[in-house]
């Protein structure tokens, strides 16, 4: 991904774990707690089979809008 691509994404990744900070449910891995942007920089490579910086130009919409799908379905 171009470089402002992947600075656009990484703020929505911020906004995203700002968003979802003590909304994740709990988990047995997690005692202290989840941390919720990098369970959203997870989902991410998870879904996209890369690391943001490395997914394709034109995925670029397809992140953002999967981001915005983590926000209203926190997991």
Same mark, same amino acid.
């Given at each position: 991904? !171009?470089?402002?691509?992947?600075?656009?994404?990484?703020?929505? %990744?911020?906004?995203?774990? @700002?968003?979802?900070?003590?909304?994740?449910?709990?988990?047995? !891995?997690?005692?202290?707690?989840? !941390? /919720?942007?990098?369970?959203?920089?997870?989902?991410?490579?998870?879904?996209?089979?890369? /690391?943001?910086?490395? %997914?394709? @130009? !034109?995925? *670029? @919409?397809?992140? %953002?809008?999967?981001?915005? *799908?983590?926000?209203?379905?926190? /997991?």
């Amino acid at each position: 991904m !171009n470089k402002e691509k992947s600075a656009e994404i990484w703020r929505k %990744i911020q906004e995203a774990g @700002d968003f979802l900070k003590n909304k994740l449910p709990d988990h047995p !891995n997690h005692p202290k707690g989840r !941390n /919720s942007y990098a369970h959203v920089a997870i989902c991410i490579k998870n879904k996209f089979k890369a /690391s943001y910086k490395d %997914i394709e @130009d !034109n995925k *670029f @919409d397809e992140v %953002i809008n999967y981001i915005e *799908f983590l926000k209203k379905n926190p /997991s």
